[in-house]
């Protein structure tokens, strides 16, 4: 059996290097920044044994939360984008420097993205972007704590976009419902929340068996561990207003209608919601 040689934080990279394949689609040319070869070889294998469309999704999804940030931006120019589980994604420096920024994820992340994007700031590699870190573990009710602490100083009031992509998934059910009162807690009427996770229907599918197969081979979880969310949480979210909800393949046919994903069972298929808080 393969020894396990991914860790959670790893997948951070990964995902870059989808979001790296098709920067146009993507609207991040920064990204590629964050490539290893350890990653690539992730990638490689991963769409050989897994779904060969998972870098053409990563781009879709990045390219819509981007999109709904920028408007939210717009609304608001006040506004600031609370990144949770923020991994290394680059939605700062693809968004006005007149905004502040908050990416907050495991310390192995943040501790190393910040240092990173020091050095590439000096060298003039990447534009300056007031980015504030929190390293925190969303599955553990001390950190969290922590996190809900620092973030409402933070805040100062402001007008947010809190944006949990790709993490629900990696976290405790009961970790995921104290973030959403979290933040209910922290937002005001007007603010947005933009949500990615899987629906429970998707252990039915022939790809997300393939999917554990492989994780279960390479990052060490049980097969069960991985959260999943059924669309009424998000309809009937207390304090919130369900704005839209999309999923992969609604946004081929929306960004590339030349290639458009026509079986969500055929990909491990995400859905994205965008919520108002009320
Ligand atoms: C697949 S990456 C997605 C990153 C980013 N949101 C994106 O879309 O590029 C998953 C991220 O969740 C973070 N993560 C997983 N478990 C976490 C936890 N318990 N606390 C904080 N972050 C966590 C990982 O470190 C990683 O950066």
């Given amino acids: 059996m393969t020894?396990?040689?991914i860790e959670v934080h790893?997948?951070?990279f990964v995902t870059c290097c989808y979001r790296a394949s098709d920067e146009t689609l993507?609207?991040?040319?920064?990204?590629k920044h964050w490539i290893t070869e350890k990653a690539e070889e992730?990638?490689?294998t991963y769409t050989r044994e897994v779904c060969p469309h998972e870098p053409f999704v990563h781009c879709l999804r990045n390219r819509f939360f981007l999109e709904q940030i920028s408007a939210f931006f717009k609304e608001k120019p006040n506004g600031v984008l609370v990144n949770v589980g923020s991994g290394l994604s680059m939605y700062p420096y693809l968004l006005p420097s007149t905004h502040r920024y908050c990416d907050?994820?495991?310390?192995?992340?943040?501790?190393l993205k910040r240092k990173k994007l020091q050095v590439w700031g000096r060298e003039g590699k990447m534009p300056s972007r007031n980015i504030s870190y929190i390293a925190v573990d969303f599955d553990d009710e001390v950190s969290r704590l922590h996190f809900e602490e620092q973030i409402s100083i933070w805040l100062k009031g402001q007008a947010s976009f809190i944006l949990i992509e790709g993490v629900i998934f990696f976290l405790k059910e009961a970790s995921v419902t104290s973030l959403f009162d979290l933040f209910s807690r922290l937002q005001r009427t007007g603010d947005r929340?933009?949500?990615v996770s899987f629906v429970p229907e998707i252990q039915q599918t022939a790809v997300y068996t393939r999917f554990l197969d492989y994780y279960e081979r390479h990052l060490s979880q049980s097969r069960d561990k991985y959260t999943k969310i059924d669309n009424s949480f998000y309809e009937q979210l207390p304090g919130y207003n369900l704005l839209q909800h999309k999923d992969h393949c609604e946004l081929s046919r929306r960004y590339v209608p030349e290639r458009v994903l026509?079986?969500?069972?055929?990909?491990?298929?995400?859905?994205?919601y965008i919520l108002e808080r009320t």
């Fill in 42 to 44: 992730w990638v490689r």
């Fill in 104 to 111: 907050a994820d495991l310390s192995e992340i943040v501790f």
């Fill in 193 to 195: 929340l933009g949500s």
């Fill in 10 to 12: 790893d997948t951070a």
């Fill in 3 to 5: 020894q396990p040689d």
């Fill in 262 to 272: 026509s079986n969500p069972k055929e990909i491990l298929n995400e859905h994205m």
């Fill in 26 to 31: 993507s609207g991040d040319p920064y990204s």
